[in-house]
């Protein structure tokens, strides 16, 4: 077997991938009770592809236009998986007064028509009145001029060490295990339910994600300590709350990067346990 030593400190964890910026993150590590998640990105890849059309009153070729148009200056993962879909080219002429919300959409003038995509929440405060639809996947709504014209169904995938991740921070003696995303509660539902986290948060703005991380934060009162995991601009808030904040540092945003104290490489979640695992070998080193 390999010798304690070489598991040891922030070296040994920068060799597995694991970039800790303070030897004070290790201790911190070694006495974790709670482990909450952002979903997208986190636990699942973030990477979308869109996987079905339905239109009411456009045809399919002009729904997925005013979407790509629509979608055309937006980072969000959503939005360039409709991009690629879209398979002519974006004629920015066509755009005039863009503006994105975040946790909602975007709204811009597309081809001489107002256009709005983004979720439920988004039609809802337009007053735009949308079919509810059962379906595995993220929807986005399209409306055109004040009414609902379609919505394109968008998948996500669990990464495939997800599951493995939540079971190995159980076995490390974390208590509870928490996912917040601002994505809607049936697709929460999935995806929290298969990786096996105890508590579900959805449809959460960026500034509820970090009052709900507050809330369990109380723990902190009986001196828990909390990690949070992350990967986006808007994780940035908690990553800075958490006792111990874990940026996914290769698709993750620079700003969380920035905003971590601990930085997974690799992007798998499991590396939280391997974390954790060798923060407690180092201790048994050191004392
Ligand atoms: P999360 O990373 O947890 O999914 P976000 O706040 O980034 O949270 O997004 C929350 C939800 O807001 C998304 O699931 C989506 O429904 C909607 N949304 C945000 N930005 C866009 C966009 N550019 N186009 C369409 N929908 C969007
Ligand atoms: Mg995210």
Request: include cysteine.
């Amino acid at each position: 077997s390999i010798p304690l030593s070489f598991f040891g400190g922030i070296g040994g964890a920068s060799k597995r991938g694991i970039l800790v910026k303070g030897s004070n993150f290790l201790e911190a590590l070694q006495q974790v009770k709670y482990v909450v998640f952002d979903k997208t990105g986190t636990l699942t890849k973030g990477t979308f592809t869109v996987t079905d059309v339905h239109t009411q009153t456009v045809s399919k070729d002009e729904l997925v236009a005013y979407a790509a148009h629509a979608e055309a200056f937006s980072t969000h993962p959503i939005a360039g998986s409709i991009r690629a879909f879209y398979k002519e080219k974006i004629d920015g002429k066509q755009i005039a007064n863009y503006q994105e919300t975040a946790g909602y959409g975007t709204e811009a003038m597309i081809y001489g028509r107002s256009v709005l995509a983004g979720n439920e929440k988004w039609m809802e405060q337009h007053e735009i009145k949308c079919p509810s639809i059962e379906t595995i996947g993220t929807l986005v709504y399209i409306a055109v001029d004040g009414k609902y014209a379609g919505h394109l169904v968008i998948s996500d995938e669990i990464k495939p060490d997800a599951k493995a991740a939540i079971n190995a921070l159980k076995r490390l003696g974390v208590k509870k295990t928490i996912m917040l995303t601002g994505d809607a509660k049936r697709v929460a539902k999935q995806v929290g339910e298969n990786v096996g986290v105890d508590q579900i948060y959805a449809e959460l703005l960026p500034h509820q994600k970090v009052e709900q991380f507050e809330k369990v934060d109380e723990v902190k009162a009986k001196r828990e300590k909390v990690i949070f995991v992350g990967d986006g601009i808007n994780d940035t808030p908690v990553l800075a709350r958490a006792d111990v904040g874990i940026a996914m540092g290769g698709l993750g945003s620079d700003a969380a990067i920035e905003a971590a104290d601990v930085v997974i490489m690799t992007d798998e979640p499991s590396k939280i346990a391997e974390a954790i695992h060798i923060a407690k070998k180092t201790k048994s080193i050191v004392w």
